[in-house]
Structures are given as C-alpha cells and as structure tokens.
C-alpha cells in the first residue's frame, strides 16, 4: 500500500467531457427555418476529481457506459477535456484548446482489444519502434536491440518482433501492446480493461506481469476495470464512477471492507462469492442492482443514483450531493452515508 504522504504524480481538476452529436438533414432544413431542436449532447465524465500519487496504483471501476474509459483517456493525453485541466507532475498533460495535442509521452495507454491497436499491417518490431524512432528515444541502428529488450521484458523472444499481430494469441497480443507503451519509457500507465478480453489463466499472467514490471520501473497505474476482484488484489486505492461522476474514492482494503455510497454496496453485492458459513460451500448469487442506468444525454438532477437507490430522499433528488472526507484517504459523495 503507498503511504499518502507520496506526491500527487497524476491530477484530473474538475474535468468534464462533452460529446456532441452534429445535426442531420433535417435538423439543417429546420435550422434555416429557426426551428432546430437543441443538439444531442452526451455528458460522458460531468467535474471529476481525481488524484493518483506517484508510485500507487488507483482503481477505476463502475457500469458499463459510466465515463471509466472517457475519463482514462483524457489522463493519458489521447482526448482532450470539454472542461478542466488533466496534470502530470504539475504540467498540462495536453496544450489548451479543443483541437489541443498531447505534451508529453510520460504517460501511455494499453486498451482493451489489443488486436484492435495494433496495426495488422506492421510487423511486432515496427510498431514498438515508431513511437521511440519518432521522439528520439533511440536511433534506426539500436531499433532492433531496443525493440528486443521490451519483449523480453514482458516475456516474448526477440525473433517475435518479425511476426504479424494475427500471428499471436490473444494474452500474447496484450503483452506485445504493454511492451510498446513502455517502450517509450514512461512512468505512467493507463489500462483500460487490460485483462478483460482474456481466459482466466492468461489474466493471471497478465496481472502478475504487470505488478513485476510496477516493481522493477517504479510505475504509477490507473487500472480501469469491471472485476472487482482483479482490482481488489492489484490497486492501492480504488474510485468508483457513476454517470459521469466520481462517487467514492478509499484504499482498497477500507472501501471493500466498508464501503459508504450506496452504489459501491450495490456493485459489491453483484459480485458472487463463496458462502463458507453454510453447511456446504456454496456460491452465492448475486444481487442485482435494480434499474437502468440512465441516459449521459439527459442526466437526472441531484444525486445521478438517487433513481437506482433504495435511500434516495427529496435532498437526493434535488440537489448534487458534495465531497466529504470519511477519513483522510476516504472521501464519498452521498447526502445520507453517516445514516447508511
């Protein structure tokens, strides 16, 4: 567990994310006529406040559909924020502006399909080289060397960097994308679902891959996932997002042991899990957490969960609840958590 006394490496301020939809025909034609409806507008991370200090690595989880990705993907520097500012060691991660461009490549990302981002058209050895080629890390005559000491880094033989991505598994793909993400050497890394897309056995190799090489380069993480137990074994601290919004933030040990939004309870008791009380071991089910998410096109006032949550009150419904301190790492967003 990182101590809270490491400095804040990674920082999203107040960060929100806005995806516009352009308007059809027909809202062209009517627009001629002063009648246009307002444009469809998809609030994918509404002021999200994060920290992730240097040496730690944070947890993201929440549904399908929250902002999780969104959110990963503007503090890796690869899509700029409608609002607010993503900071890495003090400095902009991106240049101001929509259209803005990444300033720095400290911080990478591996995503979810690793067949997906790889080109299929460029041999292992090409694509871990671009990047480093392209910002000076190394030069055409050592590209070879260089390329062959990140796949033995994470476990492929050197003569790898000759073959296609078809050529691969799927576990050995997402070794081949963590290979080039650090093969810009960075001290920041981004996973976006890394370990979803594989077999059981696979993900464990993965996982185990990546606390050795958090160990041997001292890198910080933000590990976004659905698997509670996977972020649970792997992450210092865990936040949890909903609609948009981040609804709680613990270590990991405190936030699975008591969690204070209603949320987090719900996702936890979706997990199934062994009962070793019974007279026979058994799983139990889970339970559901009731409801729909509601549409980011038109989110519900107040509380974004109080449609969802057995608690909700009037205050819930009307009003955005605000950040409070459970303890000096544990801080929810909850009208009615001292009552839960």
């Not at 999200?48 to 929250?66: H, K, N, T």
């Not at 972020?231 to 709680?248: K, N, P, T």
């Amino acid at each position: 567990m990182k101590s809270d006394s490491a400095p804040i490496h990674l920082e999203a301020r107040a960060v929100s994310r806005r995806f516009e939809s352009p308007p059809g025909l027909s809202e062209r034609v009517a627009g001629w006529f002063g009648t246009a409806p307002l444009p469809s507008v998809v609030r994918a991370v509404d002021l999200a406040d994060l920290q992730v200090r240097r040496g730690e690595v944070l947890g993201l989880v929440g549904e399908s559909g929250c902002g999780k990705s969104t959110l990963g993907r503007m503090m890796a520097g690869v899509l700029p924020p409608s609002a607010g500012e993503i900071l890495l060691g003090g400095q902009p991660v991106m240049a101001p502006g929509p259209r803005g461009r990444k300033t720095t490549s400290r911080v990478q990302m591996i995503f979810q399909d690793p067949f997906a981002s790889l080109d299929p058209r460029m041999r292992i050895g090409e694509a871990l080289a671009e990047g480093p080629l392209a910002h000076g890390l190394v030069n055409a005559a050592g590209s070879a060397a260089y390329v062959a000491q990140w796949l033995q880094r994470v476990g492929l033989p050197a003569e790898a960097a000759q073959r296609y991505p078809h050529q691969f598994s799927g576990g050995q793909r997402q070794r081949i994308a963590i290979a080039r993400a650090l093969a810009m050497q960075p001290d920041t890394l981004i996973c976006d679902e890394p370990v979803a897309s594989l077999d059981v056995s696979i993900q464990a190799q993965v996982l185990n891959l990546f606390l050795q090489l958090k160990a041997d380069l001292s890198l910080t993480m933000v590990f976004i996932s659905h698997h509670l137990g996977v972020v649970r074994h792997l992450c210092d601290r865990v936040a949890v997002m909903y609609l948009g919004r981040i609804v709680e933030v613990a270590p990991a040990d405190a936030l699975y042991a008591h969690p204070r939004h209603p949320y987090t309870r719900a996702l936890l008791d979706s997990v199934p899990r062994l009962d070793l009380h019974s007279e026979s071991d058994v799983i139990a089910l889970p339970v559901p957490i009731q409801g729909e998410l509601p549409s980011p096109l038109a989110p519900p006032p107040g509380c974004h969960f109080h449609l969802r949550c057995p608690q909700a009150q009037a205050q819930c419904r009307q009003d955005a609840p605000a950040v409070e301190l459970v303890s000096a790492q544990h801080r929810v967003s909850c009208h009615r958590w001292r009552e839960i």
